[in-house]
């Protein structure tokens, strides 16, 4: 069916050539969006009223049609909504109306000039005095597209969720909103903007198995970056004091309602601060954010209430896991937290320190639902952290934790060269070992903490994850435009496309 409906298309492009009409013109001056209509004569415009002299351009997707004979009521949609319109043989002459009834179809984009009227049913309508075709469908839209089974289509192909479906469309403009607050409240605070390279020599500023690339150039391997963290401390080593980054982060794990390998974060670092301002910075920035978008700091998410009033809670990790799980991550031996794992069925592949702890973690985390700073972690989990002023075996560190998830971390950066070579040396050990996610050595980063880098606290945040948030998304794939999908032969989605049906 697909293959018989893209033929006849074809046909009805090439037809429109003969006539003299280009199916596919360079521009269309619009100058009123359907938002624009609906807030200028909704409320003013009574049943049955016409402006005539108030001339309208507008264009969009056509997303339905009813012909009535020598009329037509047809509605399209573009960025901002959808409107009715109304055109018929009178107004525009019978050649214009029988190339709108041959050749316009749902799917297409049109153009429109006209004026703005209510209808009889008091639906706010453009009377069309001219119309062209602005792009030709050669795809008809799939009727049951709503039913499909199998979410990878949809992801794969989500410009047709978009077209078809308003509330993915305004999932993403929400995404998009999410960033640019953020960009607003940074810049607000003195923080300035910067870049950092995507390919790096040698990974670093998170536990992650990294992508690995190849530089034809000087024929050596290098990586997609796991973090911007350890180039953005460079910048404070140079002289940056406020600085933040708004990027693509690249980890070769696995796919879930919660992970997807290539994400968006930000990071931020502001000098002469620590973790304790950085908490205080983070919690204004997420509910200034959560108030723009959502009106309130009380939010549903999948059924449950979230609240995001300030203060949030404050909890230490070491003493969470020990009232829930009995053990002491700070103080017990490795055999001891092996044991209390296998009890409840926890099987670790990597068996240091490190590893236990964070699957341990793993076992209590979601029994956490309003926002929770996590505090305090262990040196062992904690590579760039500082080691906390208190207690040396914890680092000034804190995970923000919603709902079980985390989405953000942050420290007192590390900045005693000596101290950051040894932990690099223990992560090398790892990596030795079999632990692909250890860090890598960066001699030249500790060579940049040698020249002197001021008082740190820095913060990462993962954007994705907060937008479940805002949008009430249950995975992170319905938050990112083209997420990973297992890669399919182009026929056999086709197949899946053609047993569904289209409305043609």
């Known amino acids: 069916m697909i293959e018989e409906v893209r033929r006849r298309r074809i046909e009805e492009v090439e037809e429109l050539r003969k006539m003299g009409i280009e199916p596919y013109p360079y521009r269309f001056e619009k100058t009123h969006t359907t938002m624009d209509i609906r807030r200028k004569y909704e409320e003013t415009l009574n049943v049955g009223e016409a402006r005539e002299d108030e001339k309208l351009s507008v264009a969009g997707r056509v997303i339905s049609i009813r012909h009535h004979g020598k009329s037509s009521f047809f509605h399209i949609k573009d960025s901002t909504g959808r409107v009715q319109i109304y055109i018929n043989r ?6 214009k109306f029988k190339v709108f009834k041959k050749y316009v179809n749902i799917g297409d984009v049109v153009g429109i000039k006209g004026f703005p009227f209510k ?8 009377f069309v005095e001219d119309f062209r075709i602005l792009s030709k469908a050669l795809r008809t839209l799939p009727e049951k597209w709503h039913g499909l089974k199998d979410k990878e289509i949809i992801y794969r192909q989500r410009y047709v969720e978009m077209i078809i479906n308003d509330s993915a ?21 003195g923080f300035i903007e910067v870049e950092t390279p995507i390919l790096h020599y040698v990974t670093g500023g998170a536990a992650a198995k990294p992508f690995i690339t190849h530089l034809n150039v000087y024929d050596i391997d290098m990586y997609l970056r796991i973090a911007p963290e350890l180039y953005l401390k460079r910048l404070i080593v140079g002289g940056f004091e406020k600085i933040y980054e708004i ?3 690249f980890r070769n794990e696995g796919v879930s309602y919660k992970h997807n390998p290539e994400f968006t974060t930000l990071e931020l670092y502001q000098a002469y601060a620590d973790y304790t301002d950085i908490m205080n910075l983070t919690e204004e920035l997420v509910t200034f954010i959560i ?9 549903e998410y999948q059924g449950v209430e979230i609240d995001f009033s300030r203060p949030w809670k404050r909890i230490d990790m070491r003493d969470f896991i020990k009232e829930r799980l009995g053990v002491d991550i700070v103080e017990d031996p490795d055999d001891v937290l092996l044991k209390k794992l296998k009890e409840k069925g926890v099987e670790p592949a990597m068996k240091t320190r490190g590893h236990l702890i964070e699957k341990l973690w793993d076992l209590v985390e979601d029994e956490i639902v309003n926002p929770t700073f996590l505090l305090n972690h262990p040196v062992e989990i904690s590579p760039l952290a500082k080691r906390h002023r208190d207690d040396p ?28 070579m040894k932990r690099f040396e223990e992560q090398a050990k790892l990596r030795e070992a079999g632990d692909e996610e250890a860090h890598m050595m960066d001699r030249d980063f500790v060579r940049a903490l040698e020249y002197g880098m001021p008082p740190v606290g820095g913060l990462g945040l993962g954007i994705d994850r907060f937008v479940m948030f805002v949008t009430d998304s249950p995975s992170i794939r319905d938050v990112i435009p083209f997420p990973l ?3 399919i032969e182009f026929e056999e989605e086709e197949k899946v496309l053609d047993e569904r049906g289209a409305d043609v």
């Not at 009178?90 to 050649?95: C, P, R, W």
């Not at 909103?177 to 605070?189: A, G, P, S, Y």
């Not at 923000?400 to 590390?414: H, Q, T, V, Y």
């Open 169 to 189: 469309l305004e999932r993403f403009k929400k995404r998009f909103e999410v960033i640019k607050l953020i960009r607003d409240f940074l810049d607000n605070k």
């Open 90 to 95: 009178q107004a525009v002459g019978d050649e």
């Open 247 to 249: 990027g693509k982060n």
């Open 393 to 420: 075996r914890v680092t000034e560190r804190f995970e923000l934790i919603i709902f079980g998830r985390e989405i953000a971390n942050a420290f007192s950066e590390l900045n005693d060269p000596v101290d950051q």
């Open 485 to 487: 999908v297992r890669p």
């Open 119 to 126: 209808s009889k049913t008091g639906e706010l309508t453009v």
């Open 291 to 299: 108030e723009k978008m959502c009106g309130n700091l009380k939010i």
